[in-house]
């Protein structure tokens, strides 16, 4: 299994509250990637990293911010939570030395903001 | 608008049959397509994966399809076992290589 780390696993918040985030990776690898997943819709793509303090926006980006400081951990804050971002998140890591190499999962955050 | 579609949400079929896993797409920039399985409470973990310059791929018990022209894939698990009940994602890679984009999911469950 993939070296990949998420923490919290679970955790209930407040609505207005900022929350954190975080995935580690033990593979060096230069990619990271941010999902949630919802019912009905798959994964969708919230933010991904190409290296060390390179970031985008991916489909699902509002309301969401991430940062990478070093290679292996990637945070994603959620700035003032929402009931809509209530979801599981995924952090996904990928080598970047071969092209469309499968992406590898964490476990998943639980996130329940009420 | 959901670029990659599964329209099944759910298929029971009975162990030691074929199981076929549907997935429709409408970008015809998509140049890679992906299976992911998915156990409660695990993340997904990657099934097979097939080019689209290719028809087929094929990995011990699972085929993956790819019929360009209809933009269609689908995914064949044969013989099903009870250990494939599982939730399985079909996903494509842009032709920039950076985002994958994921259908909503079908819930496979193989019946002993």
């Known amino acids: 299994d993939a070296g990949i780390t998420q923490s919290p696993r679970h955790k209930v918040t407040e609505t207005g509250t900022p929350v954190t985030l975080r995935c580690h990776q033990t593979?060096?690898?230069?990619?990271m990637y941010w999902y949630r997943q919802d019912p009905g819709h798959g994964l969708r793509l919230i933010h991904y990293?190409?290296?060390?303090?390179?970031?985008d926006k991916g489909e699902v980006s509002d309301g969401y911010s991430v940062s990478r400081s070093k290679t292996e951990d990637f945070l994603l804050t959620l700035e003032s939570a929402t009931s809509s971002q209530t979801s599981v998140y995924f952090c996904?890591?990928?080598?970047?030395?071969?092209?469309?190499?499968?992406?590898?999962f964490g476990d998943g955050t639980r996130l329940s903001i009420l | 608008d959901q670029q990659v579609k599964q329209n099944s949400p759910s298929l029971s079929v009975q162990e030691g049959r074929i199981s076929i896993l549907n997935c429709d797409y409408t970008?015809?920039?998509?140049?890679?397509f992906l299976w992911y399985k998915k156990y409660p409470a695990e993340g997904p973990t990657f099934l097979i994966s097939?080019?689209?310059?290719?028809d087929k791929n094929e990995d011990g018990r699972f085929t993956v399809f790819l019929n360009k022209s209809a933009k269609h894939l689908s995914l064949h698990i044969v013989p099903s076992q009870p250990g494939d009940s599982a939730v399985y994602f079909c996903?494509?890679?842009?032709?920039?290589?950076?985002?994958?984009?994921f259908g909503g999911g079908t819930r496979l469950m193989v019946k002993p």
């Open positions: 996904a890591i990928r080598d970047s030395t071969v092209s469309n190499q499968p992406q590898h």
């Open positions: 593979e060096n690898h230069r990619y």
């Open positions: 990293s190409y290296g060390v303090k390179d970031t």
């Open positions: 970008n015809s920039m998509f140049d890679y």
């Open positions: 097939i080019s689209s310059i290719k």
């Open positions: 996903a494509a890679w842009n032709n920039a290589g950076n985002m994958l984009t």
